[in-house]
């Protein structure tokens, strides 16, 4: 029979409550003087090479990954050690050495130091913004909305961790007392995107370590520099080596065996429907040596939708339209990739659509256009191939090309009709949206629903009745369609409360139920899985 003591109580009143971080007001000259100093600053940094850090120990390798600037590809951000097969019992044998000790801290000393974290990111959030302008392209609004979000996962992790730390049962049977702890699971994998390579990224990171696991980092290898910038940080604020291990590296070989492994106790990824299921297929399988089940906690890429009725404000709507289509040039599950129009108002939104779209300005995001480059040249070339279908199966109503008189890797804003619903069903994130005459009525809706790829922000409808779908089939019960595009619980926005409670899936619910007989020391523990599905919103 397990036996284990119920940690100490803890007070949490000197903690202030939990808000969300403010966005940065760049027309006030003062930001906009501080942001590009940090550029600046960032700028000077360029090309430096990096080490992997595995148990604290630095380590180099023959293969390296070469980070480039997507709006200046001659410009090298970093380079980064590219580990391997040999690396992988390494990292594994340093995240369990570590968690022998991390995961016998308390909450209360995990949570405090996560608080530091987010106050050490707060004061160099300039410079945490210059980072992800360079490498992966986004304007100054963007890369602080990131950052502000990374801010907000550490600060509302830590909060959670507090909470968690005081769980009481909600039964006391009689002639027992009965308590309800949570406990680590053991080494997580982080595997995170690179559209939001701030905020997601340390997020998973966060949220494991908070609830003392400890964790095997493979950021993207189009975002190692934001995750290295990152890892940095938890140095500078004392985290224990080893608790985190930095570990850029290739997902076909690395990375799945790390998935692999029969010590890993969980994988955290945020990426591509294709990735995600592998992922998910592989640690179902019990590898030799494996003593339990595998946990995922899965966030794959979806095709959002907006529907405007025929009563919008349709100013308003067509503004928040382009915005969302081609925020960050598309390149998030939650951009609008599809447009259903009232046929009412059609012809008179598509021309007001047309030429606000032609009005965003491309360019180099340190001098913060409305809109930058795609992410990497693989990424250009899909969207290209894809608006080129587009041509033949619909019609043009403007962009559709790469940006003439540029190295980098712009495209234009493209706006298309399709001949039919279906031709929208798959495309890759970028600088495509599609038009459709329809409405909000259930009849009509198919054309959402047969997506492949559906998001869990999926449906915006503006004017008419509010629409509001949740469900927990996609994994994540927010504004969303079902299909496969999620896993355990995912992770939230803004919105106060509604960050999603990913610290749940990381740690063991257990309930210990002490007799009150003299001398009895028995408890009984059940490993449970406690999962909290909250509304979230990016």
Known sequence: MATVEAPPQISTQHIAPFKN?????????????????????????????????????????????????????????????????????????????????WSRTSWEERAEFVFKV????????????????????????????????????????????LKLAKAETDVQLPGERDSLFYIPLGVGIVIPPWNFPGAIMAGMTLASIVSGNTVILKPSSDAPAIARFFFSILEECGLPAGVVNFCPGAGGSFGDALVAHPKTRYIAFTGSREVGLHINKTAADQAPGQIWI???????GGKDAIIVEADADIDAA????????????????????????????????????????EKITIGDPTENPNMGPV???????????YIEQGKKDGRLITGGQRVPGKDGYFVQPQITIPQNATSVQVGPDGTVTAVIPGTAQPQQLGQIQLARFVNPAGLSPIGGQNLYTATAASGAPIVSQPGLNGAGSLQGGYLENSNVQIVNEIVNMIVAQRAYEANSK?????DEMLQTAVQTKR
């Open 21 to 101: 971080e403010p966005m940065v007001d760049f027309s006030r000259p003062e930001n906009a003087q501080k942001m590009k100093a940090a550029l600046e600053k960032v700028r000077a940094e360029l090309g430096r090479e990096y080490e992997l850090v595995i148990g604290g120990k630095r380590i180099k390798t023959a293969d390296k990954i070469k980070s480039l600037n997507p709006a200046n590809p001659s410009q090298v951000v970093g380079v980064f050690q590219k580990a391997g097969r040999e690396h992988v019992e390494p990292a594994m044998e340093a995240a369990q050495k570590a968690f022998e000790t």
């Open 294 to 300: 595998k946990r995922t906690i899965l966030e794959m």
């Open 375 to 385: 992410v990497n040249e693989g990424s250009m070339k899909s969207i290209l191939g």
């Open 118 to 161: 987010a106050k050490t990111i707060r004061e160099r959030k300039f410079e945490f913004g210059a980072w992800m302008t360079y490498e992966v392209g986004k304007n100054w609004a963007e890369a602080d909305a990131d950052t502000a979000e990374t801010i907000d996962f550490a600060e509302y992790y830590a909060h959670h961790a």
């Open 522 to 526: 028995a408890i009984s523990a059940s």
């Open 318 to 357: 067509v503004e928040g339209a382009a915005a969302s289509a081609f925020g960050f040039s598309g390149q998030k599950c939650s951009a609008c990739s599809r447009l259903i129009l009232n046929e009412k108002i059609y012809d008179t939104f598509l021309d007001k659509l047309k030429a606000r779209v």
